[in-house]
């Protein structure tokens, strides 16, 4: 019988956070279909019967590794209040954080990606996985249009799903597949046509933030 989370002891949330962990790194280095519940086992240090304890297959593990990961990355690209007030130097640091984010974690959302494409069941976790992200920027987008900052002829959903798509695929195409750009421009660029397609001029010169650099943090 699989234990519920909620129910589980202080040792036994302990060993279940070291299966996650132990399937996540598996996952990055052999990717979904090579890795086996034994391999993560030996990973974790725990026997085969335990792993059972807590997943009901390599499967259920994998939802959670993938929800674990989208929940950091959503956590990592939280514009907090050291960034200014003004309205594009947010986006601006929203963008950055984001694409520091997606190269820390990269790997493993397009291995969800690969996996939703078979498997109905994976293809409805992405979809719920990535709604944490378009609603944020669709409550994002509907204060500019209240405070008259923002065309309020835009859809708030349809614009984030549709912005968004473009800064993940961007992300992956930049950080994944080696497209030549420096950091402060591809944030910039991102920014400003992000920006301009919500009806926002920029104001200032963006949050002078100055992170190491963001191919340098995934590695």
Same mark, same amino acid.
Request: net charge negative.
């Given at each position: ?8 002891? @202080?040792?036994?949330r302990r060993t279940r956070a070291a299966l996650v962990q132990a399937g996540r790194e598996m996952f990055e280095e052999r990717g979904y279909d090579a890795v086996r519940v034994d391999d993560v086992c030996a990973r974790a240090g725990v026997s085969h019967g335990t ?11 994998? #939802?959670?590794?993938?929800? /674990? ?22 986006? =601006? ?34 979809? =719920?996985? #990535? ?21 309020? @002829? ?14 993940? *695929?961007?992300? *992956? ?6 497209? *030549? ?21 920029? /104001? ?7 992170? /190491? ?7």
């Amino acid at each position: 019988m699989i234990v519920k989370s909620e129910t589980l002891s @202080s040792r036994g949330r302990r060993t279940r956070a070291a299966l996650v962990q132990a399937g996540r790194e598996m996952f990055e280095e052999r990717g979904y279909d090579a890795v086996r519940v034994d391999d993560v086992c030996a990973r974790a240090g725990v026997s085969h019967g335990t792993f059972y304890t807590y997943f009901g297959s390599r499967e259920e593990l994998f #939802r959670e590794v993938a929800a /674990t990961v989208v929940g950091e990355m959503f956590t990592a690209s939280v514009v907090g209040p050291a960034a200014p007030d003004d309205p594009y130097a947010r986006i =601006e640091a929203a963008n950055l954080l984001y694409l520091r984010a997606w190269a820390a974690n990269s790997r493993l959302v397009r291995m969800l990606e690969q996996v939703a494409i078979a498997d109905e069941g994976f293809r409805g976790l992405l979809l =719920e996985l #990535r709604e944490v992200f378009v609603r944020r920027g669709a409550e994002g987008l509907r204060r500019l249009q209240e405070q008259g900052l923002a065309d309020p @002829s835009l859809d708030p959903r349809l614009t984030a799903v549709m912005l968004g798509g473009m800064v993940e *695929h961007f992300a *992956h195409v930049w950080l994944d597949l080696g497209e *030549h750009a420096d950091e402060r421009t591809a944030v910039t660029m991102l920014s400003t046509l992000w920006a301009r397609a919500i009806g926002l001029t920029p /104001t200032s010169q963006g949050n002078n933030m100055t992170p /190491t650099s963001i191919k340098e943090a995934g590695s």
